[in-house]
């Protein structure tokens, strides 16, 4: 079974930028379409961004042109990147297959706030 473990999240002011990782074990990353998730309180989890084994992406409206999504299959992790952070971007983000097929990791905590 393949584990996810996110890291990078922190409190940062709105308009800043953080870079989050997802590392997974095992090998077969590399074959998964792969999602940024996340979750604020009181509501659902949401897709953010994915990204297909070809590195094809796609956003969720809120977030164009101010997030990135990126893999690397041989460090087996994936990456998003996030300027121009929003409040409303406050979130814990976790990583997984999409659609999902795995165990959520932790997450990681996103603050945006001044």
């Known amino acids: 079974q393949v584990q996810l473990v996110e890291s990078g999240g922190g409190l940062v002011q709105p308009g800043g930028s953080l870079r989050l990782s997802c590392a997974a074990s095992?090998?077969?990353?590399?074959?998964?379409?792969m999602g940024w998730y996340r979750q604020a309180p009181g509501k659902q989890r949401e897709l953010v961004a994915r990204?297909?084994?070809?590195?094809?992406?796609n956003y969720r409206d809120s977030v164009k042109g101010r997030f990135t999504i990126s893999r690397d299959n041989a460090k087996n992790t994936l990456y998003l990147q996030m300027n121009s952070l929003k409040p409303e971007d406050t979130a814990v983000y976790y990583c997984?297959?999409?659609?999902?097929?795995?165990?959520w990791g932790k997450g990681t905590q996103v603050t945006v706030s001044s």
């Open positions: 095992g090998s077969i990353f590399s074959i998964y379409t």
């Open positions: 997984n297959t999409d659609p999902r097929l795995l165990d």
């Open positions: 990204i297909t084994s070809r590195s094809s992406t």
